[in-house]
């Protein structure tokens, strides 16, 4: 089955995993994604299936591991795990309540 989302993506589905198709995208990005990837040592596939995935990761798991980069040694990534669940949780309150202010 395929779907077209727009003029430039679309998705096809067969019995396993959906897969999508981006027409249009610039040279340089192409060029730029087969450098990132190759620098991983990993193929353009799986290197931009992990660009969408964290793109798209609800669950706080790629900042969590953003922080473990940068976080201060001896900080417990515990603690950096709690803060990140707080954050989300604080901001989706503000945003379910219209910052605040109680929704019709």
């Known amino acids: 089955m395929l779907v077209n989302l ?17 027409r249009n995208v ?8 087969k450098a990132r990837a190759k620098g991983k040592g990993r193929s353009v596939q799986v290197e931009a299936r992990d660009i969408l995935m964290s793109a798209v990761d609800t669950s706080g798991a790629a900042l969590v591991d953003w922080l473990e980069t940068v976080r201060p040694k001896g900080v417990d990534p515990a ?3 709690k803060t990140v669940e707080f954050a989300t949780a604080a901001i989706r309150e503000d945003r379910d309540t219209d910052h605040g202010r109680s929704l019709p």
């Open 26 to 33: 610039p040279e340089a990005t192409v060029q730029a994604l």
């Open 6 to 22: 727009d003029p430039h993506i679309a998705i096809t589905y067969d019995s396993n995993m959906p897969d999508i198709l981006i």
């Open 79 to 81: 603690i950096l795990r």
